[in-house]
């Protein structure tokens, strides 16, 4: 029986381990996470979600309090269309976060940033292009276009000198999907250097339906993105992502074609994780009802969670003074409405509850949404019980390396403190 280690990923002539960690937005796959996934030869992902604010916790700039001093005085207001982002401030913190990753990089690995479509901040066109050049500009060996079709992303950089020298990948739910980014990318001869399939089992934004996203399989979407691209002759690694818990599983896909796979939720319970300890145990402790896909992110995409999450009804007054990242071109957010609505219904409430929707800036900048894929109920065996009751936490490296050389759906637990 084969394993991980069978199989290589092949950029030109760089030889990878086929493991990719997908972009866990807000700084939940730290630097720390991806520079250790690059060290072991894989490739691992930072995020570019709420970069002001990443820079702040890293490097002590003060972006985000710049930000609401300059804007405070329309935190009451529903009106967010004066509150706008700086280019050169967001161009710094993007170089900040970039630069200092590719500097303290070691290792045969790669490092590639996630870059969602849906943060809009309230100028997507502009402040898409700023974020992507300036990750190239920065060293950044890839970029990942995730949550959204990216129609457009690729001309938004198509004069940048490493237009066609970094790795840029896309990821998609479908072979539908795949061929409209081809399609509309076809004057620019320049092909995504990778397509990652991502199925309904995924943590964060789910690209299907909240109906309809059961009805869906990995192992189906991989192989009609695999059919598409042999039809149309084209040699694209396709990278499997969702639900991908053991080695074992990650094995089966390699043997029917993919290229490589993306896994997240088994290192969301190490250290180099940016979630807190404490939040780090609710992943162990979850069970499987514990775990939801909902409505509640205003990017209009189903999201899965635990159900815990104190983020779900907590009803704040929306932060886009200091954030505002979802604010769409019209200076819009579903959850500013639903905010609205709760307030105009309950007007003498010291406090609103918002079931609905909720202020996803604040909250993913403050750890209370627990997103999760579906298999974060099977964490708690993946590891060793303290005598207190609490979950050892693991190491990337040990992660990483149950992926590699795992068999026949064994999982190795970590040695002991
Ligand atoms: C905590 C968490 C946060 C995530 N955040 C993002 C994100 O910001 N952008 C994105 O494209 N995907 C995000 N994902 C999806 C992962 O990158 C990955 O593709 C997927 O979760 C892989 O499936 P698995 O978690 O079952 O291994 C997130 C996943 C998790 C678990």
């Given at each position: ?23 866990m937005?807000v700084d939940?796959?730290?630097a720390e ?8 030869g894989?490739?691992g992902?930072?995020s570019?979600?709420?970069v002001q ?20 005085t ?6 967010k269309?004066?509150?706008?982002f700086?280019l050169?401030v967001?161009?710094?913190?993007t170089?900040?976060?970039?630069g200092r ?8 690995g790669?490092?590639?940033i996630?870059?969602?479509?849906k ?6 066109r ?5 974020r992507l050049s300036?990750?190239l500009d ?6 990942t276009?995730s ?19 970094a790795r840029?990948g ?7 999907a795949l061929a409209?980014f081809?399609?509309?990318n076809?004057?620019l ?12 089992l995924a943590?964060?934004?789910l690209?299907f339906?909240?109906?309809d996203w059961?009805k ?9 993105v695999?059919t598409?691209?042999k ?15 053991t ?6 896909f390699?043997e029917?074609?993919a290229?490589a796979v993306?896994?997240?939720t088994?290192f ?5 994780c940016?979630l807190?300890d ?10 499987e009802?514990d775990?939801e896909?909902n409505?509640?992110s205003?990017t209009?995409?189903?999201m899965r ?5 104190p ?7 929306p932060?886009?003074?200091a954030y505002?990242?979802l ?9 500013i409405?639903a905010y609205?609505?709760e307030v ?20 993913m900048r ?7 894929g ?7 065996d ?13 190491s990337?490296a040990?992660?990483?390396?149950d992926?590699q050389?795992s ?5 190795a637990?970590p040695?002991?403190?």
């Amino acid at each position: 029986m084969k394993c991980v280690d069978d199989f290589r990923l092949r950029f030109g002539r760089q030889e990878l381990v086929p493991i990719v960690i997908g972009g866990m937005g807000v700084d939940i796959s730290t630097a720390e996470l991806a520079l250790e996934v690059a060290r072991l030869g894989g490739i691992g992902h930072i995020s570019d979600a709420m970069v002001q604010t990443v820079s702040d916790r890293r490097f002590d700039t003060k972006f985000v309090s710049e930000k609401l001093k300059k804007y405070k005085t329309n935190a009451a207001s529903s009106d967010k269309s004066n509150v706008h982002f700086n280019l050169a401030v967001l161009e710094e913190a993007t170089r900040y976060h970039v630069g200092r990753t590719m500097e303290a990089k070691r290792g045969d690995g790669m490092i590639f940033i996630n870059c969602m479509e849906k943060l809009t901040m309230n100028a997507p066109r502009e402040t898409l292009r700023m974020r992507l050049s300036a990750a190239l500009d920065a060293g950044i060996d890839g970029i990942t276009l995730s949550a959204g079709l990216h129609l457009g992303s690729f001309a938004l950089i198509e004069d940048h000198p490493r237009f066609r020298d970094a790795r840029l990948g896309i990821i998609v739910s479908s072979a539908r999907a795949l061929a409209m980014f081809l399609r509309k990318n076809a004057r620019l001869q320049r092909l995504p250097d990778y397509v990652v399939v991502e199925g309904p089992l995924a943590g964060g934004h789910l690209g299907f339906g909240i109906e309809d996203w059961a009805k869906y399989d990995l192992a189906t979407l991989v192989g009609e993105v695999l059919t598409y691209l042999k039809a149309e002759h084209l040699d694209i690694p396709v990278i499997a992502a969702g639900g991908i818990f053991t080695g074992s599983d990650a094995a089966a896909f390699l043997e029917l074609g993919a290229a490589a796979v993306q896994v997240a939720t088994r290192f969301t319970v190490t250290r180099e994780c940016g979630l807190p300890d404490k939040v780090k145990q609710e992943y162990f402790k979850a069970n499987e009802h514990d775990i939801e896909v909902n409505t509640i992110s205003p990017t209009g995409y189903p999201m899965r969670m635990l159900k815990g999450s104190p983020g779900i009804g907590a009803g704040i007054r929306p932060n886009c003074e200091a954030y505002g990242y979802l604010l769409d071109a019209h200076s819009r957010c579903a959850y500013i409405d639903a905010y609205n609505r709760e307030v105009e219904l309950h007007p003498t409430a010291k406090k609103v509850k918002v079931m609905d929707k909720t202020c996803l800036c604040t909250h993913m900048r403050n750890f209370d949404i627990w997103t999760c894929g579906h298999t974060a109920y099977r964490l708690k065996d993946t590891t060793l019980r303290l005598p207190d009751g609490s979950y050892q936490v693991l190491s990337a490296a040990h992660v990483f390396h149950d992926y590699q050389f795992s068999v026949d759906q064994k999982i190795a637990l970590p040695p002991g403190v």
